[in-house]
């Protein structure tokens, strides 16, 4: 599904990722957990190709396909979907117009035809009600003063509406309270099968222990420093990352 | 960006395509000398069979014009106009006897229409005219070069008593009706190209509604230049008598030439007690090309009085074409309560340079005015709004409300705010509200990891940045506005 092979990359001239490698199977889930600023969200960017984010080595295989020659909406419509760790607020623009819009250029990619309006509307009323968002938050701008919470649901609709064959959640669950998280994971688990696969990055294990990782991985300092199965993950909460050395050491 | 570059290319050659190819060809046109002189004056108005109070009055604004300074205080920059170089009169010849149905109208002129979102088909219009099945949304009137080829609708609206006809004809058929009112809201002597437009102005529409009609549907004018080397100087009279309302919306295309051509038209508006005029303008002027070379002048002056207590104007418009726009939609509120709008989204791109915005002036009591403007910049373009509200001292409890916010596509285009407050009544209370952005790296990629592309996610997010605006647009006519938003920013990226 994905292999990502010694990648570096950089931002404003400054190197960020020191040779990542990752191989993640079709159907399986992987977690990473990090301290801060150690380059997770720079890493879901360069998979997911924002502008800025200067590959300087590797290469990163998606589907057999060069991620990296492709352009952000090239890998959207392939499958690559980032839930953001700060989803952004476009104002003026309805849920509903920016979903449609979405889906169908993604389907278009995909050679199906595109919905109208009525079958959208069916299908995003169905997706909403699962995760608990009501029609007045699919009609309102994208965003725009939705609670951090809100936001983070938003992006989990928009997954389960363009049902990527690869997703990355970056922090998904900071933000989402107890009954949020639930329903979230819920969102999440129903749509992992043996075709899809997922990057998780989050800080608390709580998350993992509601969508079960197949992998967790370490990420310090721009490179994987340990992986592991779910366990890892329980082992990082209670020792942190202190025996993972420090900035400089890096 | 190799892909994205590609769909811009395609979706250019198209829209070119359709700007070059065509009517511009096949269609001789009956032309006046170039030149501008008493002579040519006289000529238009003899063309035109006109009475002669009205002759009389063409030749002094042009006398007054020859009086006159081109005004220099917009922020808008271009070499200097000859106005010796431009044929006044251009009417299709085949049209000496105007069409009798749109199968003599040329099609590709049917086809532009269409690109708007016009529905002018043949089959509607002649079942409108013919008085055969329902009551159609939108009535229209085409202005071909100087003259109007087409009025659609007009029985059934005779049947209600509403007069909606080429300006020619309404001061054939219904000179009281000019005489009194054409030039009370905008008069001769009003500015540099208004006064140019009395003198030699060849047709436009006219509109009367009387007491107490609401017009059953949408009224609209299509004006297009399509003769080389001519100016385009129509105008706009629109009358709203008591307690009546009518939506009219106007809409203006021109082909792709090499040099600039003017246009300067002039619209006056007039709503009595209770009447309510809603005057939306989509204008997709030729811009130029990505070089800056040719396009239209647009140097227009629409303004509007509520004579009447508790009337409204109200005017909507989507400015995407010209390469120069330079106009202020005004409104007079002279009745007490009376209501006056702009709505506005102009749109720059490349070297095109629009001056725009608007004037309230606050004359009776209570009288409330809303400002909405919003200006995309994108290229090397320049985009200004200016703005007058002046309330006089009658005008107790005078309320105004402006906004004005600019949005910024790439770093090497400007955007402006000149707003003018002058208030003489210590009751009225006036806000504005001002902002500027620029077009957000987190969201255009927030768009493209959703897979969009550039060009569609910065149509998509400009577009939400008009909504305000683009809401006040009749039904019929937003959903072809917003395309137009997004095509007019074709190529602002990457
Ligand atoms: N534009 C930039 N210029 C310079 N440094 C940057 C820039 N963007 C990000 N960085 C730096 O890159 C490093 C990695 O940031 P990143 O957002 O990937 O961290 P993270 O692992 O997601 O952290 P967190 O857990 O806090 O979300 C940080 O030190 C950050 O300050
Ligand atoms: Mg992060």
């Known amino acids: 599904m994905l292999e990502i092979k010694n990648l570096h990359a950089t931002v404003d001239g400054k190197e960020i990722l020191k040779g990542i490698n990752l191989t993640i199977n079709p159907g399986e889930v992987h977690a990473i957990m990090g301290p801060n600023g150690s380059g997770k969200s720079t890493l879901s960017y360069v998979l997911s190709g924002r502008d800025g984010y200067e590959v300087t080595g590797g290469s990163v295989t998606f589907q057999g396909k060069d991620l990296l020659a492709m352009e952000a909406e090239e890998r959207a419509a392939e499958g690559v979907f980032l839930a953001f760790q700060y989803p952004v607020e476009i104002p003026g623009v309805s849920n509903t117009t920016f979903l449609k819009t979405a889906l169908n250029a993604v389907r278009k990619h995909k050679g199906l035809p595109e919905l109208d309006a009525m079958q959208f509307l069916k299908l995003i009323r169905a997706k909403a009600k699962s995760l608990n968002m009501n029609d007045d938050m699919i009609k309102r701008a994208v965003n725009v003063g939705f609670s951090g919470g809100e936001k983070k649901r938003n992006d989990i609709l928009q997954m389960a509406m363009l049902e990527p064959s690869f997703a990355i959640l970056d922090e998904t669950d900071s933000g989402l309270d107890i009954d949020a998280l639930k329903l979230v994971a819920d969102g999440v688990n129903s749509l992992r099968s043996p075709e899809r696969s997922m990057l998780v990055i989050t800080h608390y294990q709580r998350l993992l222990s509601y969508i079960v990782p197949d992998h967790v991985h370490v990420l310090a300092y721009g490179k994987i420093v340990r992986s592991g199965g779910k366990e890892l993950a329980l082992e990082l909460e209670a020792k942190g990352y202190a025996e993972f050395g420090s900035p400089e050491a890096a | 960006m190799a892909a994205t570059e590609q769909t811009v290319e395609q979706v250019r050659a198209v829209t ?26 006289r000529f238009i108005s003899a063309k035109k069979g006109e009475p002669e109070w009205l002759l009389e009055w063409r030749l002094q604004a042009y006398r007054h014009w020859l009086t006159m300074e081109e005004p220099t205080w917009a922020m808008v920059d271009f ?68 003259v109007s080829v087409a009025t659609t609708f007009k029985k059934k609206l005779e049947e209600r008593g509403i007069i909606f006809c080429s300006i020619s004809e309404a001061i054939r058929e219904h000179p009281e009706l000019v005489r009194k009112y054409m030039g009370s809201v905008v008069p001769y002597s009003d500015n540099y190209y208004a006064t140019l437009n009395c003198a030699v102005f ?56 090499d040099e600039n051509q003017l246009h300067a038209a002039v619209v006056e508006l007039v709503a009595m007690d209770d009447a309510t005029i809603k005057y939306s303008t989509v204008q997709n002027w030729y811009p130029g090309d990505e070089n800056g070379k040719g396009g239209i002048y647009n140097f227009v002056t629409k303004r509007g009085a509520c004579r009447g207590r508790n009337s409204k104007i109200s005017w909507t418009q989507v400015e995407t074409g010209s390469a120069i726009t330079w106009k202020y939609p005004s409104c007079i509120l002279q009745g007490d309560n009376s209501v006056g709008e702009f709505y506005s989204v102009a749109i720059t791109n490349n070297y095109q340079q629009a001056d725009t915005g608007t004037k309230m002036i606050h004359i009776g009591k209570n009288t409330r005015s809303t400002i909405v403007a919003k200006g995309i910049s994108a290229g090397k373009a320049q985009s200004t709004y200016r703005g007058l509200v002046r309330i006089l001292p009658k005008a107790e409890g005078a309320r105004n409300y402006t906004q004005c916010d600019s949005l910024l596509i790439g770093d090497k285009c400007g955007a402006h705010t000149v707003p003018y407050i002058e208030s003489r009544n210590r009751t009225a209370r006036v806000e504005h509200e001002a902002t500027t952005a620029k077009i957000s790296e987190d969201q255009l990629f927030y768009c493209r990891a959703r897979g969009l592309s550039e060009e569609d996610a910065v149509g998509l997010i400009v577009n939400g940045f008009c909504r305000e605006v683009l809401k006040e647009l009749p039904m019929e006519f937003a959903v072809e506005a917003q395309k137009l938003v997004a095509i007019s920013l074709e190529g602002s990226v990457g």
């Open chain 2, 79 to 146: 070499p200097k106009i000859d106005y010796q170089d431009s044929h006044y009169y251009a009417a299709p010849k085949a049209s000496k006897d105007k069409p009798k149905s749109l199968d003599e109208v040329d099609p590709e002129l049917l086809a532009t229409y269409e690109k708007l979102g016009i529905p002018l088909k043949e089959q509607a219009i002649l079942a409108g005219v013919e008085g055969a099945g329902e009551m159609p949304a939108v009535a229209v009137d085409a202005v071909f070069d100087s």
């Open chain 2, 16 to 41: 070119e395509q359709k700007y070059k190819y065509g009517f511009t060809t096949e269609i001789e046109s009956d032309l006046a000398p170039k030149g501008l002189n008493e002579d040519i004056v």
């Open chain 2, 202 to 257: 060849t047709d436009g529409s006219f509109v009367y509604i009387p007491k107490g009609v609401r017009c059953p549907m949408e009224l609209s004018t299509y004006f297009r230049i399509n003769a080389s080397n001519t100016g385009q100087f129509e105008r706009t009279l629109i009358i709203a008598d008591e307690g009546s309302y009518v939506s009219y919306l106007e809409g203006c295309t021109a082909p792709m030439r």
